[in-house]
């Protein structure tokens, strides 16, 4: 029987990272220069829930969705909004102003939903407007005074333009605010 193709063996291949290392852009290329790709990763990303503002981790998975639906389910507590289909999983949404308290207002939980994570760990939260991304932060001396449900979720306080970002810590939040099983 005949082959066609190449006529080298899966031998002779290189492996992909070494294949990679032999390319080079040429000038005027789609790959953004060693700088600016340092300097992007320099920017952070924030939100804001009523007067808070919070940091999204940089090593956290997020999106940005249109008002989306969600199916809520009986007896579940105030603040949550119910379970949201993203791609075939179900995610929990929430109105981060109540859990938190800065807002009992539940009939106007927000435009959007902002998802933190991935798959079985994906958590939507509305906000009103798009993240912020902010390039300037500074580190706090103090930390300023936080509400109740976010003592032990919050590890750093910065600043940028005299308005303080809180460093959230979303995971550790949903787990016990909401349980493991989220």
């Known amino acids: 029987m005949e082959q066609h193709g190449s006529p080298h063996s899966e031998a002779d291949w290189l492996h ?3 294949a990679l ?3 080079e852009p040429g000038a005027g290329g789609v790959h953004a220069p060693a ?3 340092r300097e992007h990763a320099a920017y952070r990303y ?3 829930v009523g007067e808070l503002r919070l940091l999204i981790d940089p ?3 997020s999106e940005v969705l249109a008002r989306p639906r969600a199916s ?3 007896g579940t507590p105030p603040g949550f909004l119910g379970l949201m289909n993203l791609r075939g999983n179900l995610v929990p949404l929430y109105d981060l102003r109540v859990l938190l308290g800065v807002s009992t207002d539940a009939a106007q939980p927000g435009k959007m939903a902002l998802v933190l994570g991935k798959g079985d760990l994906a958590v939507g939260i509305m906000i009103e407007s798009y993240p912020s991304t902010l390039a300037a932060l ?3 001396a103090e930390m300023p ?3 109740e449900a976010l003592l032990g979720h919050v590890s750093a306080a910065y600043a940028e333009d005299g308005k303080p970002w809180l460093e959230f810590e979303h995971d550790s939040f949903f787990d016990q605010a909401c349980g493991a099983g989220r």
């Open 16 to 18: 992909p990272s070494a």
């Open 21 to 23: 290392a032999l390319f």
């Open 35 to 37: 700088q600016r790709l």
């Open 46 to 48: 924030g939100f804001q």
């Open 59 to 61: 090593g956290t998975g």
């Open 72 to 74: 809520p389910l009986p």
């Open 138 to 140: 500074r580190p706090l």
């Open 145 to 147: 005074s936080l509400p």
